[in-house]
């Protein structure tokens, strides 16, 4: 099983962007694949979750509206997006592959980068 | 809302044994099961504990997990620990529509 992320990005305020992660060695429509947020010096957030056989996705209520899941399951990938960044979303992202609607996470991406700054 | 509180940091020396709370401040922490990551500095985190005591294939079985119902908290216990055992660790469960992280321990092994 991997997952491997989008490289590092560096961004300006109100800029768009859209990371990646491609999972490989697994039935990737059948695993639902979270988003981790990691502020800089700061503990571990769920952002939401995507099923991709459906692209079903589910927010935290905390990021709904602030971010956009999605899924492409014809290249076993799944995006995190933002319209418009602020200096506050700089951190570092991960995937993860979920087993269970709980949050039960079996293996991680290795992270992307994303600096806002002007 | 539903949180999990961690103490900040622990530290224990090398072969002795650590136990890290986490505490729900709400309901019961037994509606839902509770997971820990191990997370080394720099590094993306790494499942330690799944579903209240589960050790992913890998994990030593130094590592084990419980869960205290007269206490509503999840405990993460490491015996003989290893200098390579320093590291953040972070429950992490779900409620109230809401999947949840605690703050975070740091553990010292010295």
């Known amino acids: 099983v991997q997952l491997v992320q989008s490289g590092t990005e560096v961004k300006k305020p109100g800029d768009s962007l859209k990371i990646s992660c491609k999972g490989s060695g697994f039935s990737f429509t059948t695993y639902w694949i979270g988003w981790v947020r990691q502020m800089p010096g700061k503990g571990l957030e769920l952002m939401g979750i995507i099923y991709p056989y459906d692209s079903d996705a589910r927010y935290n209520p905390s990021f709904q509206g602030q971010v956009t899941i999605s899924a492409d399951k014809s290249i076993n990938t799944a995006y995190l997006q933002w319209s418009s960044l602020k200096a506050s979303d700089t951190g570092i992202y991960y995937c993860?592959?979920?087993?269970?609607?709980?949050?039960?996470?079996?293996?991680w991406g290795q992270g992307t980068l994303v600096t806002v700054s002007s | 809302n539903f949180m999990l509180t961690q103490p900040h940091s622990v530290s224990e020396s090398p072969g002795k044994t650590v136990t890290i709370s986490c505490t729900g401040n709400?309901?019961?922490?037994?509606?839902?099961?509770v997971q820990w990551y191990q997370q080394r500095p720099g590094s993306a985190p790494t499942t330690v504990i799944s579903e209240n005591n589960q050790r992913p294939s890998g994990v030593p079985d130094r590592f084990s997990g419980s869960i205290d119902t007269s206490s509503n908290s999840a405990s993460l216990t490491i015996s003989g620990l290893k200098t390579e055992d320093e590291a953040d660790y972070y429950c992490q469960s779900f409620a109230d529509n809401s999947w949840v992280f605690g703050g975070g321990t740091k553990l010292t092994v010295l």
């Open positions: 709400s309901g019961s922490i037994a509606s839902n099961y």
């Open positions: 993860a592959r979920i087993l269970t609607f709980g949050g039960l996470i079996e293996y």
